[in-house]
């Protein structure tokens, strides 16, 4: 009996993973071998990468790019640092990722965009594919090249048909969700004029807000990067015209001045910005956020307070920016969250975050296909039951 019960076991452990396999969907690494001729590398000089599952059926000419997020080095040592893993070398990048969320290929669970071009572009130079400085220093080999490795790899996506494309949106999380406000005209330059383009950046709107002291922490850490990268000339004109170069790092400033239709979804409380921007370490040497940081249901009466006025001025700064285009769209979720359309739990599930009693996914096709209205603002937290809120580890 017991064996037999053990064989049941055992067969339902292996239906299980092969479920589970089919679930996550392993998509092959390509290296970009073209790109290191044009000095488009990482920052240790390897070629970039991306990852890219072909579309299909009616979705073969439609395309979606999805950018990688990781953060920003602001200085050398932080540089070198990265080129210790996949953050700045291909060499130490997996050979296979699984795709799901906004990536995924199920047609029940990414309705929209399932039998698309699928691709995830790598981040491994650090600037949110803005840099370009020439010069190498042999000492520590760094290339500072994000700016080149962007539009390599889109070279290289339209030789392999992207310049058929139909319908084609760069999208991306974080710094790669950054990347995507950046780049997001650039990119609508570098398609056929017939395309139907459009951008979307997921946890990528950082504000320029200040610390629990009152200092400009972000705002000094983007200057940073944005100097040792030499990322002014991949900047948008638009916005290094009338302002200088480190505050055109911010979405708020860049925005307004976008041609291209662009949806942003975040979370009102981001945790990575209430974490490095409202509450980072350095103005807080106490470490009294520190279990407020790991989970808001941890945080005092006190600090929640802080947090709702920090959601008023990410509003009021985001609905500015997007009051000047009515192809403009958003989602804000009251979570606390950071980067919410690459998985499957957050994207669309039959517990998936909402507002208006709208998915993430629907909303964004919606938007795409100018289906209905495209701005949904949650209530204040905790109003919001169907958040996914970040739990960390205080330490």
């Known amino acids: 009996m017991a064996y037999a019960r053990l064989g049941q076991w055992l067969s339902l452990l292996v239906c299980l993973l092969i479920l589970l396999k089919a679930e996550s969907h392993p998509v092959e690494l390509t290296l970009v071998q073209s790109a290191v001729a044009k000095g488009a590398v990482c920052l240790d000089g390897s070629p970039p990468a991306y990852h890219f599952d072909k579309g299909f059926g009616a979705g073969i000419n439609n395309w979606l790019v999805h950018i990688e997020g990781g953060g920003w080095c602001k200085d050398v040592e932080s540089c070198v640092e990265r080129t210790k893993n996949f953050r700045g070398s291909s060499k130490k990048m997996e050979?296979?990722?699984?795709?799901?969320?906004?990536?995924?290929?199920?047609?029940?669970?990414?309705?929209?965009?399932?039998?698309?071009?699928?691709?995830?572009?790598?981040?491994?130079?650090?600037?949110?594919?803005?840099?370009?400085?020439?010069?190498?220093?042999?000492?520590?080999?760094?290339?500072?090249?994000?700016?080149?490795?962007?539009?390599?790899?889109?070279?290289?996506?339209?030789?392999?048909?992207?310049?058929?494309?139909?319908?084609?949106?760069?999208?991306?999380?974080?710094?790669?969700?950054?990347?995507?406000?950046?780049?997001?005209?650039?990119?609508?330059?570098?398609?056929?004029?017939?395309?139907?383009?459009?951008?979307?950046?997921?946890?990528?709107?950082?504000?320029?807000?200040?610390?629990?002291?009152?200092?400009?922490?972000?705002?000094?850490?983007?200057?940073?990067?944005?100097?040792?990268?030499?990322?002014?000339?991949?900047?948008?004109?638009?916005?290094?015209?009338?302002?200088?170069?480190?505050?055109?790092?911010?979405?708020?400033?860049?925005?307004?001045?976008?041609?291209?239709?662009?949806?942003?979804?975040?979370?009102?409380?981001?945790?990575?910005?209430?974490?490095?921007?409202?509450?980072?370490?350095?103005?807080?040497?106490?470490?009294?956020?520190?279990?407020?940081?790991?989970?808001?249901?941890?945080?005092?009466?006190?600090?929640?307070?802080?947090?709702?006025?920090?959601?008023?001025q990410f509003l009021n700064i985001l609905n500015g920016g997007l009051s000047n285009s009515p192809s403009h769209g958003a989602f804000i979720d009251s979570c606390y969250a950071h980067c919410q359309i690459g998985t499957q739990e957050t994207w669309m599930a039959s517990d998936s975050p909402v507002v208006s009693k709208t998915t993430i996914a629907k909303a964004v096709g919606d938007w795409y296909y100018n289906r209905s209205p495209s701005k949904k603002i949650d209530c204040p937290y905790p109003c919001n039951p169907t958040c996914k809120n970040k739990e960390f580890d205080s330490n």
């Open 95 to 312: 050979k296979t990722i699984s795709f799901s969320g906004v990536l995924g290929k199920k047609q029940t669970m990414n309705p929209d965009f399932y039998n698309w071009n699928r691709i995830k572009v790598r981040y491994c130079d650090g600037s949110s594919f803005t840099g370009d400085v020439e010069a190498v220093d042999p000492a520590t080999n760094l290339h500072f090249r994000g700016g080149r490795v962007f539009r390599a790899i889109i070279d290289d996506l339209l030789a392999k048909g992207m310049i058929n494309a139909k319908n084609a949106l760069l999208s991306g999380c974080s710094a790669g969700g950054l990347a995507s406000i950046l780049q997001c005209d650039n990119f609508r330059s570098l398609l056929p004029a017939g395309t139907n383009v459009k951008c979307l950046a997921d946890a990528g709107y950082f504000i320029n807000g200040k610390t629990i002291t009152g200092s400009q922490q972000i705002e000094a850490f983007y200057s940073q990067v944005v100097a040792l990268h030499g990322s002014a000339k991949h900047l948008p004109a638009s916005c290094t015209s009338r302002l200088r170069p480190g505050l055109c790092f911010f979405p708020q400033n860049v925005i307004p001045e976008l041609q291209t239709p662009i949806f942003l979804v975040n979370a009102a409380y981001d945790s990575w910005q209430i974490k490095n921007i409202l509450a980072p370490s350095i103005a807080d040497p106490k470490g009294t956020w520190k279990s407020c940081k790991s989970g808001i249901k941890n945080c005092s009466p006190a600090q929640i307070q802080t947090m709702q006025d920090y959601r008023l």
